[in-house]
């Protein structure tokens, strides 16, 4: 029996308990209803009328001398946010008809998880007109102010907030539209010749808090209801659907107010918001509405057909490999006029820039392949990134390194042709950084904005590609299910990822690792750059170092990397070895005939470059020339890319490099050619004003001219056949400009046919838009002053943007040099160049050998006319920089620094000066040590 109440009457235990309970429902409903009634409140509130200036306030915008949570770049862990109640109103003042600002309202649901005084949302460039605080209990504001340095509305009340309790936070703000691309924008477009505008929305990585205060990091997930005002003209759209229509009624007409579903939980970032003109096309896969949304003009012309055909297979493939269904009803995709970020994955409401989307039927399929990617990278995205989002922004990898792999697997749907064994490709991975970073060194949204980087894409695909080499790809995609369907609606650090990659490997036997797979691709994606393997032959040892120039070895870090070896000898395949040491003997690799030759990196199992003995070496050189094919296509554009890099680097002399490439005028491969002609382009312009030049441009026409002549059969001859998916027409543009360059007569008489039946009826351009550059060129070269003044009377008819840009670098192709310096005096004069072009000008005649010495002089002669137009489209250093490149000695750089010093005074001239001096004192190094090699190697190799 308890003790009686000192107040006079008894309580019993049961008795307790009941009022216990009542109270704590009453407290229950009591909360329920306030926040209900905040709600209630947020619903029926609709924007503050707007007034015809943006909303202004006095509140201080910098911290009042005082530490606190404002002076952290990262948001204190006190509250978590629930959900996001928007409202958006695009709208002009002062009576114009073109928006240029947008008026808010936001209600944010948090939940007190840590005791605080003190409220962050980040604002950026907002204006605010009233912030309160809605619950039970709601506290009092002390004082409401904007941290600017880190993008904070700051809060600060006179209790604090309960732990376990939610709160409303409410705004009314304005903010301004953007000119670019950036937080909510709106950007200009023509259809059938009435110009029109679309507002759209761009939120990654830290734009969201430009169009609403929010927690605007990652793993502050939420659910958004989103509601739109716009003309009733306009169609609003937003990463849900719509579900209801109403009209708001105001002096100056009416409006429409579109509402959104609920959203699921997700960041942000993804937060997508479009109001537009335009039209649809649709399909539907799985259950899910895709639309496809473009300028009508663009929709009528069939432009939207390629995207909507392959959106739905390459969707149906996600689904079925992630095993994780797509969890919205819709999939809307659109096409900007403008649009930096290219494409942006926004949870059911992707943006595309329009030249990336949209495709005329007849385009090429290149041009197509390329949309494909792209699509497949964005709707890769919807499980990595939006259902499984990095925790911050230093893992970012694991949204675009893991998309960027899945583009090519979920091109290959309708592209077979897409391998993703052709990503392995190491020219870009030169002092690669690690593809994470400390959490503490990615703060700002400077360093956030750095992290979408080649390194975080490219390099972090390869590590994905090196998983999947050595787990299988089925176990691959055994581990990024589990890590899926795990994460869902969170976030994930890198370790996660390995942790489930792990798992897929315990879950068997048939895989054996040599070490857990944490352990082995950190060694990949947590190191700077990428290893060197060396082979040596004769005695079977093997090393792996930093792939770094010879000179620099004493700087060589302590790196290990545990590299899968994947090889073969004599043709045949080797069973695969792990180098996890410095240096270890593999017997097998011993070659004891002039016949054997052993290959590392089959079919590129990692990113590392391999050098060999100088026998191995010629060993390999011999059977590309004997039989090409016993070498793997991908291996053949590496080891020459290899060769040419160690040549570069100082690891191997210049000759093995050369070597690997007398057998090219028996390839065939496009591959090849891609990763092989940026490096013979890159010797001829160093050998130019050489001894050795003659014989290299012989050499290098003897490679080329019989892949082109191959080129030319496919097409059957015809420059309209080669929309086909034997020809990559990058890579035949890149062929035709050389070999015209090469003074091919072949080529040089096509170009001059197809310029001369132009120029019998200029308003009929038969020639293909991607080989217009090429034809021109060719034409102009081998023409006279007639074709030269029919493409200059062209060009100022302005018939296109990318006609303009051929035509320009097209006149700068003439061997003339009266008719070039004439061409620099136009320059000089906006009734014949407009002034945007000006300086392109210059700079296209400065590429060639004749060109660079009368753009030189043309400067120096006439610095006056280039002081007067300085602020006007001209880049005068770039023109410098790219004349620099035809110096041949130093008096030439001499004569550079005395005129910069002595009249271009009042410019930054330091930094092209060192760079310059720099850039031409290694050029004539590697002149002077390789120039008497290539001379004395072509001689004996060319008959």
């Keep these: 029996m308890r003790p009686t109440s000192t107040s006079g009457f008894y309580l019993s235990r049961k008795t307790v308990v009941i009022c216990s309970f009542l109270v704590l429902v009453l407290l229950v409903v009591c909360t329920v209803l306030a926040i209900l009634y905040g709600k209630l409140i947020a619903e029926k509130t609709g924007i503050c009328s707007p007034t015809l200036e943006p909303h202004s306030t006095d509140w201080e915008t910098a911290a009042p001398g005082r530490q606190g949570p404002w002076n952290n770049s990262r948001l204190p ?7 996001y109640q928007l409202e958006l109103w695009p709208r002009s003042l002062s009576g114009l008809e073109r928006p240029s600002h947008f008026f808010g309202q936001v209600n944010v649901t948090v939940t007190c998880i840590k005791e605080t005084e003190v409220i962050l949302l980040h604002s950026h460039g907002l204006l605010y007109t009233g912030v309160t605080i809605v619950s039970l209990i709601p506290p009092d504001i002390r004082c409401t102010w904007l941290a600017v340095e880190n993008d904070y509305l700051v809060i600060e009340l006179n209790e ?101 579903n609920t959203s ?24 899910v509405e895709i639309r496809v949304w473009a300028d009508k003009e663009a929709i009528s012309n069939g432009e939207a057909q390629y995207a909507i055909n392959v959106l739905g297979p390459i969707f149906s493939f996600f689904e079925e490999y992630f095993n994780v269904s797509y969890p919205l009803s819709k999939l809307d995709v659109i096409a900007l006029p403008e649009f930096e970020a290219n494409a942006m994955e926004n949870w059911g409401l992707l943006t595309f820039r329009k030249d990336i989307l949209l495709h005329h ?56 042709s897409a391998t993703i064994d052709n990503i392995i490709l190491t020219e870009e991975f030169i002092h690669m950084s690690p593809v994470a970073e400390k959490e503490d060194n990615v703060r700002t949204p400077n360093e956030i904005n750095l992290m979408f980087s080649g390194v975080t894409y490219n390099k972090g695909a390869n590590v994905i590609a090196i998983a999947a080499r050595i787990m299988t790809k089925e176990l691959l995609a055994k581990g990024l299910r589990s890590y899926l369907k795990t994460f869902s609606y969170s976030n994930t650090v890198t370790d996660d990822m390995w942790n489930h990659l792990q798992m897929a490997v315990d879950s068997q036997d048939a895989i054996k690792l040599p070490a857990s797979v944490k352990s082995i691709l950190e060694t990949w994606a947590k190191q700077k750059g990428f290893p060197l393997i060396t082979v040596n032959t004769t005695s079977g040892i093997i090393t792996q170092e930093d792939n770094i120039e010879k000179e620099m070895e004493n700087n060589m870090s302590n790196n290990l990397w545990s590299i899968p ?19 270890k003997t593999i017997p097998e690799v011993k070659c ?74 028996k390839e065939k491969e496009n591959l090849v050619w891609l990763s092989t002609m940026e490096h013979l382009k890159r010797i001829e312009s160093m050998l130019t004003a050489t001894s050795s030049y003659g014989l290299y441009k012989k050499f290098f026409f003897d490679r080329v001219v019989p892949f082109y002549h191959y080129q030319m059969k496919l097409i059957n001859h015809d420059f309209n056949n080669t929309n086909n998916d034997e020809i990559n027409i990058s890579l035949f543009v890149l062929t035709l400009e050389t070999v015209c360059q ?20 200029p ?3 038969t020639i293909p838009h991607r080989l217009r550059k090429v034809i021109y060129c060719g034409a102009i070269k081998a023409g006279t002053i007639i074709e030269w003044d029919f493409a200059f009377s062209i060009y100022q008819m302005h018939t296109s943007i990318s006609d303009d840009q051929d035509l320009l670098r097209a006149m700068a192709c003439t061997t003339d040099p009266w008719m070039l310096t004439r061409y620099l005096h136009y320059a000089m004069d906006e009734s014949k160049i407009l002034k945007v072009h000006s300086w392109g000008v210059f700079e296209h005649v400065a590429k060639y050998p004749i060109g660079w010495i009368l753009v030189w002089n043309f400067i120096r002669a006439n610095w006056k006319m280039f002081e007067t137009r300085k602020a006007e489209y001209f880049d005068w250093q770039y023109i410098l920089w790219t004349m620099i490149e035809g110096f041949t000695s130093n008096f030439q750089i001499k004569e550079l620094e005395l005129f910069l010093n002595s009249t271009a005074q009042g410019y930054e001239v330091s930094a092209l000066l060192e760079q310059s001096n720099e850039d031409f004192e290694n050029k004539l190094k590697w002149q002077e040590k390789n120039n008497p090699k290539i001379y004395n190697w072509l001689s004996r190799n060319i008959g």
């Design 592 to 665: 004891t005939t002039d016949e054997e030759w052993v290959l590392l990196n089959f079919n590129i199992s990692a990113f590392y470059r391999v050098n060999y003995d100088d026998s191995n070496w010629h060993r390999l050189s011999l059977q590309l020339n004997n039989d090409p094919s016993a070498i793997p296509v991908i291996n053949r554009a590496q080891m020459i890319s290899d060769a040419f890099h160690l040549a570069r680097v100082g690891h191997v002399d210049i000759e093995i490099a050369l070597e690997m490439t007398v057998y090219l005028a």
């Design 763 to 765: 308003a009929v351009n």
């Design 77 to 83: 862990n006190s509250l978590i946010a629930r959900n």
């Design 565 to 583: 070896v994947f090889w073969m000898k004599n043709g045949s395949n080797q069973p695969v070895f792990w180098l996890v040491e410095k240096i």
């Design 160 to 260: 604090k907030l309960i732990t376990g309790a939610d709160y409303i936070i409410q705004a009314n703000y304005s903010g301004k539209l953007e000119e670019y691309s950036t937080g909510l924008f709106i950007s200009n477009y023509t259809e059938w010749g009435v110009n029109k505008t679309v507002i759209a929305s761009q939120m990654e990585p830290v734009y969201a808090r430009s169009v609403f205060p929010c927690f605007d990091e990652p793993v502050m997930k939420a659910t958004f209801d989103i509601r739109l005002v716009h003309r009733p003209q306009f169609v609003a759209l937003s990463n849900m659907p719509a579900i209801h229509f109403s009209e708001r009624l105001e002096k100056n007409g009416a409006w429409k107010v579109t509402t959104f």
């Design 742 to 761: 090469l003074n091919l007569k072949d080529c040089l008489d096509r170009a001059t046919s197809l310029f001369m039946q132009f120029m019998s009826n």
């Design 361 to 416: 039927p007849k385009e090429f399929t290149e041009d197509m392949f390329e949309t494909s990617l792209v699509i497949a990278h964005e709707l890769a995205h919807q499980w990595f990134g939006n259902l499984v989002t990095m925790y911050w922004w230093n893992d970012l990898w694991l949204n675009e390194g893991l998309a960027r792999y899945f583009e090519f697997i979920g091109a290959s749907v309708v592209f077979p």
């Design 264 to 287: 699921v939980k997700m960041s942000t970032y993804l937060v997508a918001l479009v109001i537009s003109d335009y039209g649809c096309v649709n399909t539907t896969s799985n259950g």
